[in-house]
């Protein structure tokens, strides 16, 4: 069935948040009417993992575990539409066709730090996926992604090109290194986040409108210091324990 659009109203943390729950058979992809660009994946587990994620209690061991198993979750659903090819094997019995993922080995791109806890999980769905890293960080003042290191596998014209990282905020950090890819030659870029910010969708759109954005959540808004509300602090310290 057709899932029906969020309205923006109904961004977390929002008051028209605490309306009644849709009905249970409409959990699907949820596209926010108002950015093009991003796919809200409201799948009931994500959206349960999240909570105890925002959760201030969550100890850094469950906050690590918790972000492998929503990337996990996450990256099933953006990769339902990848294109398949033919490919002829033989069963203990006989000859047999089947299909594989064509093209070449999809390419896993965190940004480093916080990006670096959604890659475990999402290289047990896909063993065979390839590794860059993008290395960023966010300048406490002006809020400007600063960048110190840049390594992606060769072949980046054939090759899909998944970003990730948990937070979207100001979107200067994703648009950084979604720029920095398309410079090196990559064509098919998606950026995975757990929390978005619109901000940070708007920014996506602007800069990339042609990077699809998924999110498990879009919030409501930043804070004076850059930081989402209602979000879940500083993903980068609570995974690795930096506070
Ligand atoms: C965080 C987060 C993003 C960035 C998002 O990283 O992991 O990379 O901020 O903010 P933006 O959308 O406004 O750019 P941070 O700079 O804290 O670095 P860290 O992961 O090394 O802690
Ligand atoms: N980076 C984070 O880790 N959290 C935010 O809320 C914003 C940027």
């Known amino acids: 069935m057709t899932p029906p659009n969020l309205p923006p109203d109904e961004r977390i943390g929002s008051p028209a948040a605490s309306r009644p729950p849709p009905p249970p058979d409409s959990f699907s992809l949820m596209a926010a009417p108002s950015f093009a660009n991003l796919t809200v994946l409201s799948h009931p587990l994500i959206q349960h993992k999240l909570t105890i994620l925002r959760d201030r209690r969550t100890s850094t061991r469950d906050f690590k575990q918790l972000v492998n198993e ?6 099933y659903e953006v990769t339902k539409d990848l294109a398949l090819e033919p ?10 066709s089947g299909r594989q993922v064509a093209g070449k080995k999809l390419t896993l791109v965190p940004i480093l730090r916080a990006g670096l806890g959604m890659v475990e999980g999402i290289s047990q769905l896909i063993p065979s996926a390839r590794v860059g890293h993008i290395g960023l960080y966010r300048d406490h003042d002006t809020l400007r992604p600063v960048d110190y290191y840049f390594k992606i596998p060769s ?6 090109f998944f970003v990730l990282d948990p937070m979207l905020a100001t979107g200067g950090s994703a648009v950084a290194a ?6 090196a030659g990559a064509q098919r870029v998606r950026f995975l986040c757990l929390v978005a910010a619109p901000e940070g969708v708007r920014a996506m759109l ?6 699809p954005v998924y999110a498990a959540a879009l ?4 804070n004076a210091k850059g930081y989402i509300l209602p979000g879940l602090g500083d993903a980068g310290d609570r995974l690795f324990g930096t506070r």
């Open 219 to 222: 919030d409501r808004e930043l």
């Open 87 to 96: 490919v002829e094997i033989e069963t203990p019995l006989e000859k047999a």
């Open 178 to 183: 979604v720029g920095a890819l398309k410079r």
């Open 70 to 75: 929503i990337a996990m979750l996450m990256a």
């Open 155 to 160: 072949g980046e014209q054939d090759r899909a």
């Open 206 to 211: 602007d800069a990339h409108p042609d990077v």
